[in-house]
């Protein structure tokens, strides 16, 4: 396999997994119109496994995907998404692969503390603050409840970002490198 040929299968790959994780149902939260889902791990792995560039591609193919398929948690498409409550999140999560690849590259592979930090940094604080600005510019709701309440993803996400950590600094070695 060419390595162009290779890089595309990955980049595919990673794609339909982020899609494959928004078929599993969201957990509504009732306060905010915003779940907790499972999809964001998937943006994560993208950044920690195929790095900045394949990362950011994976996310880009993804969000063109998800204008002819249902791609988003709960059936959505990504039209509608960009132009509801959720589309701080969702924008966000394009740079998410840039801050995770750019990231771990600087740091040695097998220290799990500084991956966990990088990833949760970028795949999680930076995630949820965009989201907290786009979710109180939306619902006219004060900035600072936007921000508290999304403190419901930490736990959550925090999960997903150590189970991340966990896979790129096990398997560092046959991770895609930029
Ligand atoms: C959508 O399908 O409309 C996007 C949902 C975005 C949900 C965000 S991602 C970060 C935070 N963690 C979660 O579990 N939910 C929110």
Do not use: C
Request: aromatic content about 12%; glycine content about 10%; charged content about 10%.
């Amino acid at each position: 396999m060419t390595s162009k040929v290779r890089d595309l299968t990955y980049i595919a790959m990673m794609a339909t997994l982020i899609i494959v994780l928004g078929h599993i149902p969201g957990i509504p939260l009732g306060f905010i119109p915003v779940p907790i889902v499972l999809q964001n791990l998937g943006i994560m792995l993208a950044g920690a496994i195929l790095g900045a560039k394949r990362g950011t591609v994976s996310v880009l193919l993804f969000l063109l995907l998800g204008t002819f398929i249902p791609a988003f948690t709960g059936g959505n498409n990504t039209i509608p998404v960009l132009m509801g409550p959720t589309a701080g999140y969702v924008v966000s999560w394009i740079f998410v692969p840039l801050l995770i690849g750019i990231g771990l590259k600087k740091i040695p592979s097998q220290n799990f503390l500084l991956t966990f930090l990088i990833i949760w940094l970028g795949g999680v604080l930076f995630v949820d603050f965009l989201g907290a600005i786009w979710l109180a510019h939306f619902t006219k709701m004060p900035f600072i409840t936007a921000l508290w309440s999304n403190l419901a993803f930490i736990p959550g996400d925090t999960i997903k970002a150590l189970l991340t950590s966990l896979i790129a600094v096990k398997y560092s070695r046959y991770l895609v490198k930029d």
